[in-house]
């Protein structure tokens, strides 16, 4: 049985561990990819920490992937070997239960499982997806640029592009992690009038270079008063892992302005009256399925917009989630495979 490398975790809290597996093959429906590159997210902590109902381990993480696809199960269309594919974390669906009937593919519960949470993602050689979750890659993206846009990108493109904010219009981005640097570019894209906020003016020149007007160092001021001075936020994409932070800029929200919430905070303090006063909301928002990933490459390359990476090699999986969960990666750090 042919082998490859894969980075597992074995238990909630233990470490990341090389080891060597079987390469697996495609089911009916499903397709093999050779990984090139894989995103670190900070939702891989969900598998590494044990913060998600029923895991259960040993589980590669990683559901930012670009590759090519190398084997093909039975029953699928539309996918022939040496394609470039990209997977996000949104597992598939079935196409006809009736969520799917309703176009409402996340609440498929047929087919859907989750990339790198529940079922072995990205940190390795070789992973399977089922055909209808995998999105094609332009030809001139390479790898690395295209694996943080398959969750980090995704979220954050098409969180902006549902919330209902028009071109002009003012729209923030709270964090400057990886989610958040991409939203402030395609914020910047879109025609927003685009605020970043962050903790401390380290990221002010970076913010600026990646499309921000305007930039609100947390620390130093009150982002709900420096909004309101701008008339108020229509949107907020709040991309932090900190609930009070995203409570701190509640206020700073415009007239039916809204919350979008990608950020995975344990919990989130809301005063009633400041939504009924503006008839503002707070709004949660999950990424998408792999046509809107496709959507987010095809604009990703329209437009320029790019994930800053740092690449390290896939053994060094351990040392690139430490950074990123330390806050030191600039931006994004994606592991490559060298296939
Ligand atoms: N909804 C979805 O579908 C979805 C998809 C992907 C990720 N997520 C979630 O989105 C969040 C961000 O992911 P990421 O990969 O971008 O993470 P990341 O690169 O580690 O960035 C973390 C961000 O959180 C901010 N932060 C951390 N601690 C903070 C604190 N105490 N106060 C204020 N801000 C704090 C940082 O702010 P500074 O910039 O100020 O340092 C940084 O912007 C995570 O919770 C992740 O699980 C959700
Ligand atoms: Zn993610």
């Not at 590494?48 to 090519?68: A, C, M, N, Q, W």
């Not at 997806?129 to 943080?148: F, I, N, Q, W």
């Not at 707070?282 to 690449?311: C, H, P």
Request: charged letters at 20%; aromatic letters at 6%.
């Amino acid at each position: 049985m042919p082998k490859m490398r894969a980075i597992q975790v074995s238990r909630a809290g233990g470490p990341f561990e090389l080891v060597e597996r079987d390469i697996p093959e495609p089911a009916a429906g499903s397709a093999r990819v050779k990984i090139q590159a894989c995103g670190i997210c900070h939702s891989d902590s969900i598998v590494k920490d044990g913060h998600f109902p029923g895991l259960s381990y040993p589980r590669v993480p990683g559901h930012e992937v670009i590759g090519i696809v190398d084997a093909l199960g039975s029953d699928v269309s539309g996918w022939a070997i040496g394609d470039r594919a990209g997977i996000g974390w949104n597992g598939g669906y079935c196409g006809y239960c009736d969520a799917c009937r309703r176009g409402n593919f996340f609440g498929c519960q047929t087919a859907t499982y989750i990339t790198g949470i529940t079922s072995d993602g990205g940190y390795a050689d070789y992973t399977i997806a089922r055909s209808e979750a995998l999105a094609h890659v332009p030809e001139d993206l390479p790898a690395a640029d295209g694996a943080p846009l398959m969750c980090a990108g995704v979220t954050t493109y098409n969180c902006l592009r549902n919330s209902g904010a028009r071109p002009g219009e003012v729209v923030a981005v709270l964090g400057l992690g990886g989610l958040g640097h991409l939203g402030v570019q395609f914020a910047a894209k879109m025609g927003y009038k685009t605020i970043a906020i962050a903790r401390g003016r380290d990221k002010e020149a970076l913010a600026r270079k990646l499309g921000a007007l305007q930039y609100i160092d947390s620390k130093a001021q009150d982002p709900a008063a420096e909004l309101l001075k701008l008339g108020g936020a229509q949107v907020i994409l709040a991309t932090v892992t900190s609930g009070d932070a995203m409570t701190s800029v509640i206020g700073g929200l415009g007239i039916n302005g809204t919350l979008m919430v990608i950020g995975a905070a344990a919990s989130l303090e809301v005063s009633p009256f400041q939504l009924l006063s503006g008839r503002r909301s707070v709004k949660g928002w999950y990424s998408g399925t792999s046509i809107d990933s496709q959507d987010t490459l095809a604009f990703s390359v329209l437009t320029g917009v790019r994930s800053m990476n740092e690449i390290l090699p896939l053994e060094r999986a351990s040392e690139g989630y430490e950074r990123m969960m330390k806050g030191d990666a600039r931006f994004r750090v994606v592991l490559t495979t060298g296939h």
